[in-house]
């Protein structure tokens, strides 16, 4: 199947524009928005916007995304939060953990980090495409060019669970690919330049990406 994937939209016209403009020429069969899907404010017609786009959309929250963005993910059809969740499509399994709270030279995914860290990992199977807001730690997560600002607590359960694909945003500065043993870390962001990130994947087969301009 073909995941097309972006990150750190922050409620922008001109990045749903882009996202719009890609699906329409791609045409991939899912789009995964990996975090700050809005800037605090209009969340409803962000992601109004969102679920009118023609292939389905699966999203987890990040730190600029109030906690009733989840809710409102449900309330439309076309849209789903993957928050500690499967959903398959085609025959591949998403799963994703909301929620990024940055401090100093790190990110956590929230303060009950250990035990959202047991349910995550119950779901993840190698075959599992994982999508969190943050980069796991020490990879594509340098802030300003000098700051690892990544997650720990991603990087152990990418090490314990292996999924094939991980997608994360957070970090505007980084967007780009690299791997962790066999994981194909993907960070999508739009934030700063380029359009995110499309990826060929079968759940099975080892899967191959194309960052966008």
């Given amino acids: 199947?073909?995941?097309?994937?972006?990150?750190?939209?922050?409620?922008?016209k001109d990045r749903i524009d882009l996202i719009e403009s890609n699906i329409s020429k791609l045409?991939?069969?899912?789009?995964?928005?990996?975090?700050?899907?809005t800037s605090y404010t209009n969340s409803v017609s962000v992601i109004s916007r969102l679920?009118?786009?023609?292939?389905?959309?699966?999203?987890?929250?990040?730190?600029?995304?109030?906690p009733k963005v989840e809710s409102l993910l449900e309330q439309f059809p076309n849209a789903s939060s993957i928050h500690l969740?499967?959903?398959?499509?085609?025959?591949?399994?998403?799963?994703?953990?909301?929620?990024?709270?940055?401090?100093?030279?790190?990110?956590?995914?929230?303060?009950?980090?250990?035990?959202?860290?047991?349910?995550?990992?119950?779901?993840?199977?190698r075959s599992t495409v994982l999508v969190a807001h943050p980069p796991p730690r020490g990879v594509l997560d340098e802030a300003f060019g000098r700051f690892h600002a990544g997650c720990?607590?991603?990087?152990?359960?990418i090490?314990?669970?292996?999924?094939?694909?991980?997608?994360?945003?957070?970090?505007?500065?980084?967007?780009?690919?690299?791997?962790?043993?066999?994981?194909?870390?993907?960070?999508?962001?739009i934030g700063r330049t380029g359009g995110g990130a499309i990826m060929e994947y079968d759940g099975d087969r080892d899967p191959s990406v194309e960052m966008l301009p």
């Fill in 159 to 189: 090490l314990r669970c292996r999924p094939k694909l991980f997608i994360c945003g957070h970090i505007h500065e980084r967007p780009g690919v690299e791997y962790i043993g066999t994981t194909l870390v993907v960070n999508c962001s």
């Fill in 27 to 37: 045409r991939p069969d899912v789009l995964i928005v990996a975090g700050d899907i």
């Fill in 85 to 125: 969740r499967q959903i398959t499509i085609k025959d591949v399994t998403f799963v994703g953990v909301s929620g990024t709270i940055p401090v100093p030279f790190y990110s956590r995914i929230c303060f009950e980090e250990k035990k959202v860290v047991t349910r995550l990992e119950s779901l993840v199977k």
């Fill in 51 to 66: 679920n009118n786009m023609p292939v389905p959309v699966l999203a987890v929250r990040g730190n600029t995304d109030l």
């Fill in 152 to 157: 720990r607590s991603l990087f152990e359960v």
């Fill in 1 to 12: 199947m073909k995941i097309y994937a972006v990150a750190d939209i922050h409620g922008r």
